[in-house]
Nanobody
Framework: QVQLVESGGGLVQAGGSLRLSCAASGRTFTTYTMGWFRQAPGKEREFVATIRPISMSADYADSVKGRFTISRDNAKNTVYLQMNSLKPEDTAVYYC????????????????WGQGTQVTVSS
């Protein structure tokens, strides 16, 4: 069982930046593909970004491409989401997830999920 804990959410004005962190338990962190998803009020949970465990190759939703950067520090068992040029439509609860296959955009491919962290972007 993998435990994931997100942090770094908060309130920011449009155009600002936030850096989310997701700390994972266990010594097998390097075997997992990590992903970020988000869910806005009244919306379905959607894919944001994913990163592979060794190659560090990443994939992004079109809505965040060029603004968000996913990274990971395997030594610290932590994955990050750097969010720049934030827009009000980025407002959502952001979830960290871990899966056993690489660079998936499907939430069903992730077996472990964090509790989420709220990101609110004001106009």
């Amino acid at each position: 069982q993998v435990q994931l804990v997100e942090s770094g959410g908060g309130l920011v004005q449009a155009g600002g930046s936030l850096r989310l962190s997701c700390a994972a338990s266990g010594r097998t962190f390097t075997t997992y593909t990590m992903g970020w998803f988000r869910q806005a009020p009244g919306k379905e949970r959607e894919f944001v970004a994913t990163i592979r465990p060794i190659s560090m190759s990443a994939d992004y939703a079109d809505s965040v491409k060029g603004r968000f950067t996913i990274s990971r520090d395997n030594a610290k068992n932590t994955v990050y989401l750097q969010m720049n040029s934030l827009k009000p439509e980025d407002t959502a609860v952001y979830y960290c997830a871990a899966g056993i296959q690489g660079s998936s955009r499907r939430q069903l491919d992730y077996a472990y999920w964090g509790q989420g962290t709220q990101v609110t972007v004001s106009s």
